[in-house]
């Protein structure tokens, strides 16, 4: 990460040269409305330009975000004209000589395969035709070549010829954030599915031999189960949203916890201290469940008496805090830890660490599991969630009561 961090200040410092390199370039007296110089200022167009062109590419290189960046990126190059292209053929042209397209694909070839720059004369029949001259610069992400950024100028130039790499180094940069966010976006939902995959057979086997047993004792018992049911299975295989409300995700808790009730009677208390502040606050899809389960199943292990689990939810300024604890059979620590760290996966221990990991993927390290356990003193599940976090949106509604 450290060298990708690197090479993006790199990306930028030639953006920062091409704006003081404008600015002394257009030096005068004049009111730049407080921006200071006049090299400030180009800086200043400069970068903004450069933030202007970068949300089309974070998307990946395609015909719509090639054309919606184009006009920046020929801006910040002062170029008569410049195209993107992928390894196929031309993505977008911006500016006058759109009639080369054929000629630049045919010499596109060679920085293709190669991934280095070139320079050559354009040839044309029109008289009038500015564009005499292209550089190619190859848009490189992981040491693959996606396609090129090529500008057309009037003339032979060996600034544009630099320039031209170093924005195209810029473009490439962004492309890997793009690869990187549909890299983590692909892992969320592979765990997502992993996790839904963990769903028990038994508890589904459970739940639905509890139903049958009421069926003919206490119909009106077993219809209300079986919504209960067909509510939870409902939520937990959606096919929509990466990410819930806390609302929602407790309504889940709830169904699941009705068909465990139901199963268990009085060996199972749960209390709940939920913030009504805190109900709107999105967070990872299935990321509270698991932990209830996880509460569920070594609360009530190799215990003959009651097993207690609290659930709180407070408002924390900034972030929701949600803790759920039981006084169950508790963990060892140094299972826990390797349970975390991915090296085993006894049953009820893939949920903690899939969640721990998708949290810390969303929110960052400071934002793992916090547990608290030992071998018979139950165990005690921290987590803080951001009430506002960039990315994190969610289209799920609070349900009513």
């Known amino acids: 990460m450290s060298d990708f961090l690197a090479g993006l200040c790199i990306a930028i410092l030639p953006f920062l040269a091409l704006g003081l390199w404008l600015g002394r370039r257009t030096a005068r007296p004049q009111n730049l409305g407080g921006l200071g110089t006049p090299v400030e200022h180009a800086t200043f167009q400069t970068l903004h330009t450069a933030s202007l062109a970068a949300p089309p590419l974070r998307a990946g290189l395609t015909e719509e975000t090639a054309r919606r960046s184009a006009r920046r990126l020929r801006t910040l190059l002062g170029t008569d004209a410049l195209c993107l292209t992928d390894r196929e053929g031309v993505l977008t042209w911006d500016g006058v000589g759109g009639h080369h397209r054929a000629e630049i694909m045919e010499r596109l070839a060679g920085p293709l395969d190669s991934g280095r720059g070139e320079a050559f004369p354009l040839t044309c029949d029109h008289a009038d035709c500015p564009v005499r001259w292209a550089v190619v610069a190859p848009l490189t992400v992981d040491d693959r070549v996606h396609g090129a950024l090529v500008a057309c100028a009037p003339r032979e130039s060996a600034v544009l010829v630099r320039a031209a790499g170093e924005v195209a180094r810029w473009v490439s940069v962004q492309l890997e954030l793009a690869d990187l966010d549909q890299s983590r976006t692909k892992l969320i939902e592979a765990e997502i599915k992993a996790l839904r995959a963990q769903i028990s057979p038994h508890f589904i086997f459970n739940s639905l031999a509890v139903i049958a047993s009421f069926v003919r004792t206490d119909p009106e018992r077993a219809r209300e189960l079986l919504l209960e049911f067909a509510d939870f299975t409902r939520y937990s295989f959606r096919r929509h949203g990466d990410f819930t409300t806390l609302a929602d995700e407790l309504h889940a808790i709830d169904h699941y916890l009705a068909l465990v009730r139901a199963r268990f009677g009085d060996r199972l208390a749960v209390t709940l201290q939920i913030a009504p502040e ?74 903690l660490s899939n969640v721990d990991d998708r949290l810390r993927q969303v929110y960052g390290d400071d934002y793992g599991l916090v547990i608290e356990t030992a071998v018979g003193a139950g165990m005690k599940i921290t987590t803080r969630v951001p009430k506002y976090q960039p990315g994190v949106h969610s289209a799920a509604r609070v349900l009513p009561e």
């Open 278 to 351: 805190v109900l709107p606050v999105a967070l990872p899809f299935l990321c509270l469940q698991p932990l209830v389960e996880n509460a569920v199943k070594h609360g009530l292990e190799g215990k003959a008496d009651t097993c207690h689990i609290q659930i709180t939810a407070q408002d924390a300024g900034a972030e929701a805090l949600v803790v759920i604890e039981d006084d169950g059979a508790g963990m060892d620590p140094v299972l826990l830890r390797r349970i975390l760290a991915g090296e085993v996966s006894p049953s009820g221990g893939i949920g």
